[in-house]
């Protein structure tokens, strides 16, 4: 019986993640045009997307190699972005604590906003249920493997593709595309928006920094919204005491 519970559970994972197979593949092609662009040779780019295997911290780290901006910029500015993967973290640990060290760290590397948006909807409560690892899995690889199909094309044919093409914007609409269906709260909206507005009064900063500014108020807007709301209730149920 587990093990049917599995498979059917992995079934589903396939079945919810699939519509959001063509964007993660289109996005990841972007990025690998984006790294050859970049300056970076095949070998580089094939080892940055296997081993980094996060879109926006590689497409804000671009620009910044491409400048030959200090190591330190770089490495801030990609562990900024992908910050958000310390709350996904914690949103799973919960679900698979009870997982060995080495399961645990494959599905860490393999998990993506995505993914863990998505679990997160069919596995709202941390309550032990049959099938929680095998969907996660349904979801996670076919995902990465998207992704990792789509950079690899965009890495042997960036070469090839004219900058005329505009793929820069052809990347913004593939991530608005997966970006847009998770935000799905007032914090969430307010973090995007304060991140927006931070990111185009900031441009002129050097070496792309004003990046770094606007996740970071946009991010700090989003939590401080966010912890409001859920004292908002607390304080106005005491108020009717």
């Known amino acids: 019986m587990p093990l049917e519970n599995d498979k059917a559970a992995f079934r589903e994972g396939l079945k919810v993640g699939m519509p959001t ?3 993660v593949a ?6 690998g045009v984006a790294m050859i662009k970049a300056g970076l040779s095949v070998p580089q780019a094939l080892g940055m997307t296997l081993i980094v295997f996060a879109g926006s911290a590689q497409l804000a780290s671009l620009p910044l190699i491409a400048a030959h901006a200090p ?7 990609a562990l900024v972005v992908n910050l958000r993967f310390v709350i996904f973290s914690a949103i799973l640990a919960p679900h698979f604590s009870h997982l060995p060290l080495r399961t645990r760290a494959v ?8 993914s ?11 309550a032990q249920e049959p099938g929680k690892l095998a969907y996660l899995k349904g979801l996670v690889f076919p995902n990465w493997s998207a992704w990792q199909i789509g950079a690899v094309i965009g890495i042997l044919l960036g070469s090839q ?7 820069g914007f052809a990347g913004t609409l593939a991530i608005l595309c997966i970006m847009l269906p998770l935000v799905i709260n007032q914090a969430a909206i307010v973090g995007v928006v304060v991140a927006g507005v931070v990111a185009l009064l900031a441009t002129g900063l050097p070496y792309k920094l004003g990046l770094l500014v606007a996740v970071l108020l946009g991010m700090a807007a989003a939590m401080m919204l966010e912890e409001w709301l859920g004292k908002k209730p607390t304080s106005s149920g005491a108020g009717h005491e």
């Open 21 to 23: 197979w063509f964007g």
């Open 26 to 31: 289109a996005w990841g092609l972007v990025v």
């Open 107 to 114: 599905m860490g590397y393999l998990s993506g906003d995505i």
């Open 161 to 167: 593709v004219p900058t005329s093409w505009g793929l």
């Open 116 to 126: 863990v948006a998505l679990f997160m909807q069919r596995y709202p409560q941390f």
């Open 71 to 77: 190591v330190w910029v770089i490495f801030a500015t």
